[in-house]
């Protein structure tokens, strides 16, 4: 028989290309089994033979979108110890198993992968309207501080400087990044690009501003959520020439 448990989730899974099995008298290529809880073991329902005796059996799981196979074992119960060996999705129980009398169980184990999203805006953190100069470079993002598109925005492990992932705000300077769970290293690093304009002035808890970075440690988390930074225009650039005289408190514009 043909057994599954799956970690992190449950569902359908089918199984296809078996070869040297039959369901009674009739050759059998397929069979599905349905877990209803994580983590306990459910048995196909169908009773499979051996057509051939002496001949091994190849069983091919069917991939599952969001699980990952991690691993096989078979039992006979007649019989010690586990067998079977495991290519791809393939399994093959070989031909010295497959003997009068022998009662194998095959138990596929299949683990849901958890994807942890990560993230965070781009912002100008000048005090917007709020009249309040306090309000600048405090890493908040205040009434009027609007965000900022097509920032570069790097997903680091933090030891090794790997980049992990990479991309780009949006219209309002969000960002986002989605990565499994297994994938995100214990020290993770969001760096921020700046655009030519602009200048980095703060950023939310982690933040280094010599480095444009946002360190995080690992946890159970699958979300971790509101890693801005604040960004500031400080290069001004006058496109005409020449003098304007005016009186203490006036402003004047060259456009």
């Given at each position: ?23 009674s008298t009739t050759d059998t290529t397929t069979d599905s089994v349905a877990t209803v809880t994580a983590g306990t073991t459910a048995i196909s329902t169908t009773q499979l033979w051996a057509k051939v005796l002496n001949t ?77 100069v306090s309000k600048a470079y405090n890493g908040i993002q205040d009434a009027g501080e609007v965000g900022i598109a097509n920032s570069t925005i790097r997903l680091n492990n933090c030891s090794t400087t790997t980049q992990l ?91």
């Open positions: 028989k043909i057994a599954k448990t799956s970690i992190n989730g449950f569902g359908t899974f089918n199984f296809s290309s078996l070869t040297n099995l039959v369901n091994a059996i190849s069983i091919t799981e069917d991939t599952v979108a969001g699980y990952q196979l991690t691993g096989v074992s078979c039992t006979d119960a007649n019989s010690a110890g586990t067998f079977g060996s495991l290519a791809g999705n393939i399994l093959t129980i070989p031909a010295n198993r497959i003997t009068e009398g022998a009662n194998i169980t095959c138990t596929f184990t299949n683990t849901k992968l958890i994807y942890v999203d990560i993230t965070g805006r781009v912002f100008v953190d000048n005090s917007g309207t709020t009249l309040d992932a990479s991309t780009v705000t949006s219209a309002n300077g969000d960002y986002a990044f989605s990565i499994e769970q297994g994938l995100l290293p214990s020290s993770f690093c969001i760096v921020q690009q700046n655009l030519p304009e602009y200048i980095s002035v703060s950023g939310t808890t982690g933040y280094t501003r010599s480095t444009d970075t946002i360190a995080l440690t690992k946890t159970s988390a699958t979300s971790y959520t509101a890693n801005n930074f604040g960004d500031v225009i400080v290069n001004v650039v006058l496109n005409e020439d020449g003098q304007h005289t005016v009186i203490a408190g006036d402003v004047t514009d060259y456009p």
